[in-house]
């Protein structure tokens, strides 16, 4: 059965009638579709929109999307179901409670199976009798219409538990990568390269097909033989040209330079082919998708390719502590596979849905009248159809593809990062696109030089984990190679960004020849690595920006590095230090034991109060030393006959240059009395994960919730303040947003043009 759609309308064949196209109801429609031609259900044995209970929930009545029979019989006896589905936009992140709401509505009916899909994520649970479990238990699949009257195999069905797991698919992705090694022997890194450019191809034919249709290897050869069929004698080979397309829809993304092709043997792209047909990429959700994947990496590079990853538990304690909110700006300049970026997408985006389910509920409330369960049904169903349109047009606002989305500017305009090296800035990109975001900006760039976004002053939150160990010689230049000379991508970025972005690229462009070392202040006390890029991100920070950085333990303390130290101390409060155990790291492949630094850079008022304090100071100190530093000068200008003997200048010489140092070491001591803050120190002896990475007891989850109400109790950064309120009129959605306590002007949000 095929979905019909025309003009603006879809068939409801349940209903017998045509129905104004919503996105969760072509969710619906399709999976009807589904439900006849993949379980052999008949449309009799089904009905849509059923009321559930007789209760308003407070703002209208309860519905089940799809509700199956075992029988049409059933069905007309108003028996129990034995299938409940939910629905949602296939745009729409479905969330927890979404799962327990329709498992409500399963229990309620007696239903055995509860479904919920948005076709790009279908997750089936079984339905424990007279209970609402604190944990549901998912399953592999529902009965089709043939074993649904059998109850001992729908017995059996509820008792498999659902196969496809992270684990499962990360340990397939590595076989799929042994499979290049050992037949084509290939490096383990070019063997990674060769299952990304397969992955994608998958991703691309999953994404372009929809339904349950999957790259499987028969449908490959189907498709190959139709080509050679019609190919020219100069045409590729139809795995190479499916490359080539998939090069072109990833364009944008950067992904492929354009002159690569597929490395790897015809035979043994249809063997990958064929491990993988057991998934469908564009219907596996991001979350599963994206750490199997993050999984995979962390094998292959961490194993064969010598590359360090931040865990995961670490990743995702930085960026609670650091809170990044709707509308800030966030950067990695060293990104590696991505692991900060995508997390802060990730914490960001539930804030947005989060938020977008609250103003449904206010929606809900103003288009529901009080006397809603009294009204005839024809009135409810013109009601529910409001509810649902408005519904429809905010699920736009989570939709990445919607230019006008809030999704699309989070992923577009607030995310940026940067890796040194090609490979693991191009596995970055693929990461993201795994969980969902394939547009943050990230490049193949040295992070200590400006490139495409990323200038000083301009983020918000900060997260990274630089490399350290290593240092930049005085001698290393900044050359005509660090250049960025693409006209047209210049053009446009002044476009996006206006004359900043002109102003951005003078970093390099007006000192090529010089030491890369001069451009930073600290430049000239320490040239390692891990001192840099402290100063880089506290440049690119915004004033009052905040930063989350791993650094090695005691780097900070180091009395080599003192006047380092003092540096930073006049640029930025020190928010956090936690030390961490190695064994964390060594299960990262890191041998130095690391601590988390969280920095935030001074206000404009904190900076100029700071300023104040050492001037202050300073002038205080030198007036104890003013006479005797007088006298020495004079005495060591004398001339002539006057002149001092040799010996006698020497020891003025000296005791001038104690003078200085005293007045130096005294001001500083009184600037940290008078500038004083606390600083909360932590050393954790579990952080979620040991040294042959397996999952233990986690002393970060209690410290952030302790961190986060001291950093509250304390202001110790200004929160950013984000609320969009939405109206519904006449068929139109007035969209209102609040930064900061800066309201716009109402907007009519369609999700479209």
């Not at 069905?75 to 729409?92: F, G, N, S, T």
């Not at 948005?118 to 009798?129: D, H």
């Not at 064929?274 to 991001?286: A, C, I, K, M, R």
């Not at 020497?650 to 005293?662: D, G, Q, S």
Request: charged letters at 35%; hydrophobic letters at 35%.
């Amino acid at each position: 059965m095929e979905v019909q759609i025309k003009d603006n309308k879809i068939y409801a064949p349940l209903k017998d009638k045509w129905l104004i196209i919503k996105p969760e109801e072509e969710v619906r429609q399709r999976y009807i579709c589904r439900l006849l031609d993949s379980y052999g259900y008949d449309l009799k044995q089904m009905d849509q929109e059923v009321k559930v209970n007789n209760t308003r929930r407070g703002t209208g009545s309860a519905r089940a999307d799809i509700v199956i029979w075992k029988t049409k019989e059933d069905r007309q006896e108003k028996k129990y179901p034995i299938i409940v589905v939910e629905c949602k936009a296939e745009k729409v992140t479905i969330r927890e409670e979404d799962y327990y709401q329709g498992y409500n509505y399963a229990s309620i009916t007696h239903a055995k199976f509860f479904v919920t899909t948005n076709l790009k994520e279908t997750r089936i649970f079984r339905v424990v009798e007279g209970e609402i479990p604190n944990r549901l238990e998912e399953i592999a699949d529902i009965p089709t219409a043939e074993i649904a009257t059998n109850e001992k195999k729908v017995k059996e069905l509820l008792n498999q538990t659902k196969a496809f797991t992270r684990d499962e698919f990360s340990r397939l992705l590595y076989k799929c990568h042994n499979i290049i090694r050992n037949n084509d022997k290939l490096s383990p890194e070019a063997a990674f390269d060769e299952i990304s450019k397969i992955l994608f191809i998958k991703i691309r034919y999953e994404r372009d097909n929809t339904g349950t249709q999957i790259f499987s290897k028969d449908a490959f050869v189907k498709l190959k033989d139709a080509y050679n069929s019609m190919k020219s004698k100069d045409a590729p080979e139809f795995y190479q040209f499916l490359f080539e397309k998939t090069k072109e829809d990833f364009s944008k993304d950067n992904l492929f330079d354009s002159n690569e092709t597929i490395r790897i043997r015809e035979t043994s792209f249809e063997k990958i082919v064929e491990e993988l047909q057991v998934y469908n990429l564009s219907t596996t959700s991001d979350d599963v998708k994206g750490i199997a994947f993050e999984k995979f990496l962390g094998r292959t590079f961490r194993g064969e390719l010598g590359q360090f990853f931040t865990p995961r538990t670490i990743v995702e304690f930085m960026v609670s502590v650091l809170d990044p909110q709707e509308g800030e700006y966030i950067c990695d300049p060293c990104c590696g596979s991505g692991g900060f970026l995508i997390r802060a997408f990730e914490y960001v985006r539930e804030q947005i849905e989060s938020e977008l389910e609250q103003r449904k509920e206010e929606v809900k409330k103003q288009l529901i009248p009080e006397n809603y369960d009294d009204l005839k049904p024809k009135e409810q169903e013109a009601i529910d159809t409001k509810v649902s349109d408005a519904f429809a047009k905010m699920n736009f606002e989570a939709d990445i593809n919607n230019a006008k989305g809030r999704l699309r500017s989070l992923s577009f305009d607030c995310i940026y990062g940067t890796d040194a090296n090609p490979r693991m800035a191009r596995t970055a990109k693929m990461n993201m696109i795994m969980h969902g975001d394939g547009h943050g900006g990230v490049h193949h760039h040295d992070g200590l030089l400006n490139v495409n976004g990323i200038w000083d002053g301009r983020f918000d939150v900060i997260l990274t984990n630089p490399p350290f160990g290593a240092r930049v010689d005085k001698d290393i230049k900044i050359t005509e190679a660090d250049k960025f000379t693409d006209e047209a991508k210049i053009k446009a970025y002044v476009k996006r960004y206006g004359e900043e972005y002109l102003t951005a690229l003078k970093q390099v462009n007006d000192h090529i020849g010089e030491s890369l070392l001069d451009q930073f202040g600290v430049g000239k006390m320490s040239g390692l690595t891990e001192v840099l890029f402290i100063d880089r991100c506290l440049n690119l920070l915004k004033p009052g920006g905040r930063l989350g950085i791993v650094l090695p333990e005691g780097v900070l303390n180091n009395t080599n590095l003192q006047n380092v130290r003092e540096y930073f101390e006049g640029r930025a409060k020190i928010l956090l230090i936690v030390s961490i155990p190695q064994d964390v790291f060594m299960a990262a492949g890191a041998t130095v034991k690391p601590s988390l630094m969280f920095f935030k850079r001074f206000t404009e008022e904190e900076q100029a109060r700071y300023n104040g304090i050492k001037v202050k100071a300073f002038a205080e100190v030198q007036d104890k030393y003013i006479e005797e530093l007088t006298s020495i000068e004079n005495d060591l200008a004398k001339r002539g006959k006057e002149a001092l003997p040799a010996p006698d200048k020497k020891k003025l010489r000296a005791r001038k240059k104690e003078i200085e140092t005293a007045i130096d070491q005294e001001a500083k001591t009184l600037v940290k009395q008078r500038f004083d803050y606390i600083i909360p120190i932590a050393d954790i002896k579990r952080a979620g994960i040991n040294s042959i990475g397996i999952k233990i007891e986690n002393d970060l989850e209690p410290l952030l919730k302790e961190y986060t109400k001291y950093r509250k109790e304390n202001n110790l950064w200004n929160t950013r303040h984000a609320y969009t309120s939405y109206q519904y009129n006449d068929g139109g959605m007035t969209r209102i947003r609040e930064f900061d306590g800066i309201v716009s002007e109402p907007e009519m949000f369609y999700g479209k043009d």
